[in-house]
T-cell receptor
Framework: GAVVSQHPSRVICKSGTSVKIECRSL??????MFWYRQFPKQSLMLMAT?????????EQGVEKDKFLINHASLTLSTLTVTSAHPEDSSFYIC????????????FGPGTRLLVL | AQSVAQPEDQVNVAEGNPLTVKCTYS??????LFWYVQYPNRGLQFLLK??????LVKGSYGFEAEFNKSQTSFHLKKPSALVSDSALYFC??????????FGTGTRLQVFP
């Protein structure tokens, strides 16, 4: 399957600062990447779909100005949490689909964000 | 609206016994169904999927799942559980688009 990496794996920041999370597709070119958020003991919630070379598509209720997504290349998408607050503390996971909708979606290892 | 239900928050089973983790779905159209496993502080690992064909799908680590269209179910099974199978399991469905819709997850606890 596809190999997806995320960096950093864990980050602690002060309230009001911005944090950038990178998602890389290591073994194929991904025109589309997905960003999920997972609260403790809860399911994954899709935040946005990252499209290479164009604007991301955000799910209802997700603030696009707070969660900035940049998909500048076929192997890299970044999620920037701007002016982070404690309620943004969560587990952020990216994923890719190396093909059509019948294909398996592969996930990165996740990034644990803690905002103090 | 498309949805996935995992009715059990937790399943407990003794090592060596068979295990079942339940999943039902509600979609319009033909579903693509997936099972993923998540270990603590890790991303999701793909176990198996049903796209079309044989209703019994075999996947990684000895897991299998049976697609039942009449009952709209896709239960995950394993004949003999291992302690190392203890983790969080997610059922997911995809219809028409590339978005995955996840169930709420079931925590599997296998006791020695």
């Amino acid at each position: 399957g596809a190999v997806v990496s995320q960096h950093p794996s864990r980050v602690i920041c002060k309230s009001g600062t911005s944090v950038k999370i990178e998602c890389r597709s290591l073994d194929f070119q991904a025109t589309t990447m997905f960003w999920y958020r997972q609260f403790p003991k809860q399911s994954l919630m899709l935040m946005a779909t990252s499209n290479e070379g164009s604007k991301a598509t955000y799910e209802q209720g997700v603030e696009k100005d707070k969660f900035l997504i940049n998909h500048a290349s076929l192997t890299l998408s970044t999620l920037t949490v701007t002016s982070a607050h404690p309620e943004d503390s969560s587990f952020y996971i990216c994923s890719v689909i190396p093909g059509g909708i019948q294909e398996t979606q592969y996930f990165g290892p996740g990034t644990r964000l803690l905002v103090l | 609206a498309q949805s996935v239900a995992q009715p059990e928050d937790q399943v407990n089973v003794a090592e060596g016994n068979p295990l079942t983790v339940k999943c039902t779905y509600s979609v319009s159209g033909n579903p693509y169904l997936f099972w993923y496993v998540q270990y603590p502080n890790r991303g999701l690992q793909f176990l198996l999927k049903y796209i079309t064909g044989d209703n019994l799908v075999k996947g990684s680590y000895g897991f299998e799942a049976e697609f039942n269209k009449s009952q709209t179910s896709f239960h995950l099974k394993k004949p003999s559980a291992l302690v190392s199978d203890s983790a969080l399991y997610f059922c997911a469905v995809r219809v028409y688009t590339d978005k995955l819709i996840f169930g709420t997850g079931t925590r599997l606890q296998v006791f020695p």
